[in-house]
């Protein structure tokens, strides 16, 4: 009797019910997947422009996830939560969907599809986006598993261990040259983008309405300052005007939303100004209560574009001349936050050193930097350097990542450096790592 011929078989994948959670975790952390192509379970494009740090804790799996959804010009910037399963149904079967801690969860992450993909809801009765990994994986789900068991503990994220044999004083130099590096980089795109429209004060009111804007609304407040007839706002003497054309011009001037009714003077002001078109209403993240955290920026957003009997807001009038001015005073870093923290409208309450010290941060100082490098006034460059450097230092997870690696940094030209370092010099890079002689030039 002959034998049949031998064959060889590939081991099959490994069974989805044997993958454990924290591979999934591990391989959506690393972003061990094609970012070309993601797509929802509805169909709408998916950008992941940071996957969130993991929670070792109680509630979802990631915080701080930032994610882009749907297509332009209607697509939306989402900050929150994500939550890693293998399947749809592990959803329910936790009870995520009654759970209020999870209504922060900006998308659902699924390794398989099954018969409830597509049809889950958050505890608040909102439909809960969900995108499909597998068939976006870079490797087999055989592989993350050997590869999550054999890899062993990794440094933290953008961060070697060899920080701390690095002298102290070189890990300082190399921190404020990344940090001048990061200001001169950010000075060059505002003048890529002053060269398409070559107006300095639009281009700080735009910057300054993104920074206030947070993660969720950046961009919704960026594309609202495009908008804005900036000559009539200026025109306007009553700050309530202003306020209603900024809530008209969003969307979301609503008589059902806000109990002063700013829409009567939104209408009154479309019908003798030529306005340009509003806003989607749904192009805003909302909180907890209806528009309540858009109508906060929009508050102060209008108040940067109002005046009282003494003062001016921050954009209103002459914005880049008060700041050159406020650089140079004996205490520049005081002047200047006063100019972002004054409040001129009565019940808006001027910006929180924090947030105020985030504008100055992405918005103010580099629409100044570039404003000097135009003018070619080294003094004023260097002025703005130094605000830069009289800040406090950010905290956030980067910052502390790289503490943990052993490169701390003192001042928020430090940590601008760190964040630099982070976005630029990713691990494959020639510069990635710690700096293996004393850097030639510093701040």
């Given at each position: 009797?002959?034998?049949?011929?031998?064959t060889v078989h590939e081991p099959p994948d490994?069974?989805?019910?044997?993958?454990?959670?924290?591979?999934?975790?591990?391989?959506?952390?690393?972003?061990?997947?094609?970012p070309a192509g993601l797509r929802t379970t509805?169909?709408?494009?998916?950008?992941?422009?940071?996957?969130?740090?993991?929670?070792?804790?109680?509630?979802?799996?990631?915080?701080?996830?930032?994610?882009?959804?749907?297509?332009?010009?209607?697509?939306?910037?989402?900050?929150?939560?994500?939550?890693?399963?293998?399947?749809?149904?592990?959803?329910?079967?936790?009870?995520?969907?009654?759970?209020?801690?999870?209504?922060?969860?900006?998308?659902?992450?699924?390794?398989?599809?099954?018969?409830?993909?597509?049809?889950?809801?958050?505890?608040?009765?909102?439909?809960?986006?969900?995108?499909?990994?597998?068939?976006?994986?870079?490797?087999?789900?055989?592989?993350?598993?050997?590869?999550?068991?054999?890899?062993?503990?990794?440094?933290?994220?953008?961060?070697?261990?060899?920080?701390?044999?690095?002298?102290?004083?070189?890990?300082?130099?190399?921190?404020?040259?990344?940090?001048?590096?990061?200001?001169?980089?950010?000075?060059?795109?505002?003048?890529?983008?002053?060269?398409?429209?070559?107006?300095?004060?639009?281009?700080?009111?735009?910057?300054?309405?993104?920074?206030?804007?947070?993660?969720?609304?950046?961009?919704?407040?960026?594309?609202?300052?495009?908008?804005?007839?900036?000559?009539?706002?200026?025109?306007?003497?009553?700050?309530?005007?202003?306020?209603?054309?900024?809530?008209?011009?969003?969307?979301?001037?609503?008589?059902?939303?806000?109990?002063?009714?700013?829409?009567?003077?939104?209408?009154?002001?479309?019908?003798?100004?030529?306005?340009?078109?509003?806003?989607?209403?749904?192009?805003?993240?909302?909180?907890?209560?209806?528009?309540?955290?858009?109508?906060?920026?929009?508050?102060?957003?209008?108040?940067?574009?109002?005046?009282?009997?003494?003062?001016?807001?921050?954009?209103?009038?002459?914005?880049?001349?008060?700041?050159?001015?406020?650089?140079?005073?004996?205490?520049?870093?005081?002047?200047?936050?006063?100019?972002?923290?004054?409040?001129?409208?009565?019940?808006?309450?001027?910006?929180?050193?924090?947030?105020?010290?985030?504008?100055?941060?992405?918005?103010?100082?580099?629409?100044?930097?570039?404003?000097?490098?135009?003018?070619?006034?080294?003094?004023?460059?260097?002025?703005?350097?130094?605000?830069?450097?009289?800040?406090?230092?950010?905290?956030?997870?980067?910052?502390?990542?790289?503490?943990?690696?052993?490169?701390?940094?003192?001042?928020?030209?430090?940590?601008?450096?760190?964040?630099?370092?982070?976005?630029?010099?990713?691990?494959?890079?020639?510069?990635?790592?710690?700096?293996?002689?004393?850097?030639?030039?510093?701040?």
């Amino acid at each position: 009797m002959s034998l049949p011929p031998p064959t060889v078989h590939e081991p099959p994948d490994a069974a989805l019910a044997d993958i454990p959670e924290a591979v999934i975790q591990d391989a959506w952390a690393r972003r061990l997947y094609d970012p070309a192509g993601l797509r929802t379970t509805t169909g709408d494009p998916v950008e992941v422009l940071d996957p969130g740090t993991l929670n070792t804790g109680s509630g979802p799996d990631f915080s701080g996830a930032s994610i882009r959804l749907g297509a332009a010009p209607d697509d939306l910037l989402w900050a929150g939560d994500v939550e890693i399963h293998r399947t749809s149904a592990e959803w329910n079967a936790h009870r995520h969907g009654e759970d209020p801690a999870y209504d922060r969860v900006i998308l659902h992450v699924i390794v398989s599809p099954d018969r409830e993909t597509g049809h889950l809801t958050r505890s608040d009765g909102t439909r809960l986006p969900e995108l499909v990994l597998r068939p976006h994986l870079d490797r087999s789900l055989r592989a993350l598993v050997h590869d999550f068991y054999v890899r062993g503990p990794q440094p933290p994220p953008y961060a070697e261990r060899e920080w701390r044999e690095v002298p102290a004083d070189v890990r300082q130099a190399w921190m404020r040259r990344l940090g001048v590096e990061r200001l001169h980089h950010r000075a060059a795109r505002l003048g890529h983008a002053f060269g398409r429209t070559p107006d300095l004060d639009r281009l700080l009111t735009s910057r300054v309405f993104r920074a206030l804007g947070y993660a969720p609304n950046a961009d919704a407040m960026e594309r609202l300052a495009s908008r804005l007839p900036l000559p009539l706002i200026r025109s306007l003497d009553d700050p309530a005007d202003i306020h209603a054309l900024l809530l008209g011009l969003a969307g979301l001037a609503d008589r059902r939303l806000f109990p002063d009714d700013p829409t009567e003077r939104f209408d009154r002001l479309a019908e003798t100004h030529d306005l340009p078109p509003p806003m989607a209403p749904a192009a805003w993240r909302h909180g907890g209560r209806p528009a309540n955290a858009p109508r906060r920026r929009l508050a102060q957003a209008a108040a940067f574009l109002s005046a009282s009997d003494t003062e001016a807001g921050l954009l209103r009038r002459d914005p880049l001349g008060r700041l050159r001015a406020a650089l140079g005073t004996p205490e520049p870093l005081r002047s200047v936050r006063a100019m972002l923290r004054q409040s001129v409208v009565p019940g808006v309450r001027g910006l929180g050193r924090e947030r105020a010290d985030a504008v100055l941060t992405n918005a103010v100082l580099p629409t100044l930097f570039l404003d000097a490098e135009m003018r070619e006034d080294l003094g004023a460059s260097s002025r703005v350097l130094a605000v830069l450097d009289a800040l406090p230092p950010e905290n956030d997870r980067i910052t502390r990542a790289f503490t943990e690696a052993g490169l701390e940094a003192a001042t928020r030209l430090e940590s601008q450096g760190l964040h630099h370092l982070a976005e630029t010099y990713r691990s494959g890079h020639a510069q990635a790592g710690p700096p293996r002689a004393r850097p030639d030039e510093t701040a």
